[in-house]
């Protein structure tokens, strides 16, 4: 393992001298992530892009244990597309593609490689309270404009449920995210449901996580036209 530690939210230096960086919380939450996610995953082909992959742990993790698919990496922050890129090099899987700068602020983006091609899956860990409410918006609408049918849209973090929060601890987070950035915080499951709606995708299905956080399951309806 590498001995330099990112710190999200703030320019973490050094790196260790391939740009890799080493995340604690990936070391926590990849197995009960993957636990959920391989459910589904297994029986899918085709393509898994990864929003805010920030250090790259997980999609190079995920890569090793799903080779039947294309797993595509993406963030905004440069050192991050960096590391990223160099735990693409050290793992040298075949399954998973160079990072691409995809920004969630834009509410048109879309990603590159697959040949216009829908996706299986999509995946943002931990990404929703650390930025504006805009990028709730524009993750949900993507979602339902490049998922496949049936495919689904994995998000993994704190949520509150119905208005309130599963845990004092996340409380306290939220306040603290608060503090950092007043565009910040914890989303409510119900506030995402209702973007889903819109956006063509079931509301979510929920599984707990350690630590009070959770997995929320969008998948893409059919299309009616
Ligand atoms: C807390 S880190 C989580 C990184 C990684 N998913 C993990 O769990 O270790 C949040 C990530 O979201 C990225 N991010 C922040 N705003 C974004 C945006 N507007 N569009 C895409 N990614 C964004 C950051 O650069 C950062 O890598």
Not at 28 to 57: A, C, K, M, Y
Not at 96 to 122: C, E, M, N, V, Y
Not at 155 to 173: D, E, I, L, M, W
Not at 181 to 205: F, P
Request: hydrophobic share 40%.
């Amino acid at each position: 393992m590498v001995k330099f530690v990112v710190e999200y939210g703030k320019d973490s230096e050094p790196f260790a001298a391939d740009g890799r960086l080493d995340g604690p919380a990936f070391h926590r939450n990849h197995d009960p992530i993957w636990s959920t996610l391989s459910d589904f995953l297994s029986t899918q082909t085709g393509d898994v892009l990864e929003i805010g992959s920030g250090t790259g742990q997980h999609v190079t993790e995920f890569a090793r244990r799903a080779a039947h698919l294309n797993w595509w990496p993406s963030d905004i922050r440069d050192p991050h597309l960096k590391s990223i890129a160099a735990w693409r090099v050290h793992a040298r899987l075949g399954n998973l593609r160079a990072p691409q700068r995809i920004d969630l602020s834009d509410p048109d983006w879309t990603w590159s490689g697959g040949d216009g091609r829908q996706l299986a899956a999509l995946l943002c860990v931990n990404v929703l309270h650390i930025s504006p409410w805009s990028v709730s918006r524009n993750l949900i609408s993507g979602a339902g404009r490049l998922l496949k049918e049936n495919g689904r849209l994995f998000v993994y973090g704190p949520f509150k449920r119905a208005g309130a929060h599963t845990a004092p601890s996340n409380a306290q987070f939220d306040a603290s995210l608060w503090e950092r950035n007043a565009e910040w915080g914890v989303r409510d499951v119900d506030d995402l449901n209702i973007l889903a709606q819109d956006a063509g995708l079931t509301a979510a299905e929920i599984t707990p996580m350690p630590a009070n956080n959770l997995i929320l399951a969008f998948a893409r309806m059919l299309r009616q036209n």
